[in-house]
């Protein structure tokens, strides 16, 4: 077995080259290279990403064998290996970039950045490096890459890049070329998900459930841009439904961050439905990122990430802000609060022009995607939020229940699915109509 290090990080000129050993005939070595993980909302009962470390799949390497052998630029396959040929058994380095190519048929790239003062420099190189030695022929070696206190990087490519690869499983990457920024903002609080990519800071990057959640904003919006409005600022009248808290300020390592904007909605606040949907549907992508979600009627567990001093939210705490994704039928009241959480809590606001939940929506998207009988895949569905957001649908900040519907009964593939589509909304209510058989 080869004994390896890990340095972090070193620029490349800074390498010292060994001497190479003595020379024979090139032979295959195989190297497998991980990302250690540091996720800390793990094992809750979901199916997926528990290990401490993932495959570094697709990863871009530089390896530097011993003169006269010449450096090898390349990817890593998506098991995170490299099977090359050389002469030597030591003196070999291999250089890890925090960028990866993840899934098949169409990759997609992942790159890092990093910020560290609000309108500072943007960092982009980050680089490991590993001296490699008593490579025997033929030999298969695994090493991971681990962050430190110091460097959020290689905890969040294992994460962003896990999830990506599952995605690949789904069959759901957006449609090529397509690529997706991770990048670390030491100055700000919470985390964010765009077109581009996903923002994570020092309180978010150790949470796969919110890592994932952002990267299935980026999913939803590379498949079908934006569907309605993005006014996050309904008023809810009731207390339950309401939204205000301010969360605690982040100290990390001395440093007080309290510039995050984690306060503008939670899991079971009122929001217009645009924005509501827009958040039930990234949750619903963490949701089964992580769960198997394979039989009909399964359950699954989602942990939320906000820790939320409002009142409305201690029941919520106390079972570990873990909810239940199947949620039982009507009116149950399951981990992580009850079913039609907007209709039986927020009264006041449900009456107005259609409001809802994030909460409510991740329920009804599990509900439509993996309930027993003919069920769309969510390839399908991502499919079909293109075709409405490109048909003649005009979607504002209150009608998206209906006019989704609308879109359904228009869609070539989707149209079966209308009377699941309103049985979803019977239980889980999502918009306030009767649409219960
Ligand atoms: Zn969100």
């Known amino acids: 077995m080869a004994r390896i290090r890990t340095i972090l990080p070193i620029f490349i000129a800074s390498l010292a080259f060994a001497a190479p050993s003595i020379a024979s005939a090139c032979q295959a070595r195989t190297l497998c290279v991980n990302w250690e993980t540091e996720i800390i909302d793990n094992g809750f009962g979901e199916d997926l990403l528990l290990e401490d470390k993932v495959r570094a799949r697709g990863a871009r390497v530089l390896l530097l064998p011993p003169a006269p052998e010449p450096p090898l630029s390349t990817l890593l396959d998506q098991e995170g290996c490299l099977t090359f040929e050389t002469q030597y058994a030591n003196g070999h380095k291999l250089v890890v970039f925090a960028e990866a190519w993840v899934g098949e048929p169409d990759p997609v790239r992942i790159h890092a950045q990093r910020q560290d003062v609000q309108e500072g420099a943007i960092e982009t190189e980050f680089i490991w490096i590993v001296d490699l030695h008593n490579l025997s022929p033929n030999d298969v070696v695994e090493f991971s890459i681990h962050g430190t206190a110091l460097d959020p990087i290689a905890p969040l490519m294992a994460v962003a890049t896990d999830v990506m690869h599952r995605f690949s499983e789904l069959d759901v990457l957006p449609p090529a070329p397509a690529s997706m920024l991770v990048e670390y903002l030491d100055w700000k609080g919470n985390a964010r998900g765009g077109v581009a990519g996903i923002e994570l800071g020092p309180d978010s990057f150790r949470e796969k459930y919110l890592i994932a959640h952002e990267m299935g904003h980026w999913l939803q919006l590379r498949w079908q841009g934006m569907l309605g409005l993005g006014d996050y600022n309904f008023q809810a009248e009731d207390p339950d439904c309401r939204f205000s808290t301010k969360i605690p300020i982040i100290n990390l390592m001395g440093i007080e961050i309290d510039d995050t904007d984690a306060n503008g909605h939670g899991m079971r606040s ?167 058989p």
């Open 270 to 436: 009122a929001e217009w439905s645009a924005t509501a949907m827009r958040e039930g549907f990234a949750h619903f992508i963490a949701a089964i990122a992580f769960n198997h979600a394979i039989s009909a009627d399964a359950d699954g567990i989602f942990r939320y990430y906000k820790d939320i001093t409002h009142s409305s939210y201690t029941d919520f705490l106390a079972d570990n802000s873990l909810v239940s994704l199947f949620g039982g039928a009507a009116n149950q009241d399951p981990l992580g609060g009850e079913n039609r959480w907007t209709a039986n809590k927020c009264g006041q606001d449900w009456v107005k022009p259609e409001t809802s939940t994030g909460l409510d929506w991740m329920r009804f998207f599990w509900h439509f995607l993996t309930r027993a009988g003919s069920r769309p895949d969510l390839r399908e569905l991502l499919e079909f939020f293109n075709f409405a957001a490109t048909g003649p649908y005009t979607f504002d900040d209150v009608n998206i229940f209906p006019e989704l519907r609308d879109a359904m009964g228009d869609s070539p593939t989707m149209s079966p699915f209308v009377s699941r589509f309103n049985q979803a909304n019977c239980d889980m209510g999502v918009f306030n109509e009767n649409t219960c």
